[in-house]
């Protein structure tokens, strides 16, 4: 599935339990596709706070707030060109699914603080450890978010499943 889909612009969702590889696989996905020239750009959603994540991921400009002493890129004007990685995407709050839904309908978005349209052209690649379906039964994640990152999934199933990956994956981490 990783190797085509790779080769397609479609967004991903991946999910599985922590540790089951979800960030390898979408490194795996960006560098094996068109766009592997372009940056791969990590986003650990739960690592931060809503009014810092906003800015992480659309940038800032000067005097948007208190400490933004200059003009400040975003994690989306970033990847431009190449794939960003929502780590935990289950935990976006939903004030910033509004603005996600926005670059992934309409390939655009605004600095905190600034009016200026920027057009990006960036592959999503969400992973979650979260149930996405029962998020949106209980109101804390939008259906119409999900249903734009989930245009392909990807279940990676934890490794007491697949135990034949278990030697090829040793022997990887000797040869490293």
Do not use: C, W
């Amino acid at each position: 599935i990783a190797a085509r889909v790779a080769e397609s612009k479609a967004n991903v969702l991946i999910t599985g339990e922590n540790g089951t590889g979800k960030e390898v696989l979408a490194k795996a996905i960006h560098y094996i596709s068109p766009r592997k020239d372009a940056a791969f750009v990590a986003v650990n959603v739960p690592a931060l706070t809503e009014t810092l994540l906003e800015s992480e991921l659309f940038g800032h400009e000067k005097g948007a707030f208190t400490g933004a002493d200059k003009m400040k890129k975003g994690r989306f004007e970033i990847a431009h060109g190449g794939t960003i990685f929502l780590d935990e995407v289950g935990d976006i709050p939903q004030s910033i699914q509004v603005k996600l839904l926005r670059v992934l309908q309409e390939h655009q978005f605004e600095r905190v603080g600034g009016t200026e349209k920027i057009e990006v052209d960036v592959r999503i690649i969400a992973a979650t450890n979260k149930d996405l379906e029962q998020k949106i039964k209980a109101g804390t994640f939008r259906e119409d978010l999900y249903y734009r990152l989930n245009v392909v999934s990807v279940k990676i199933p934890p490794l007491r499943e697949r135990k034949e990956d278990i030697v090829p994956m040793i022997e990887s981490f000797i040869e490293k």
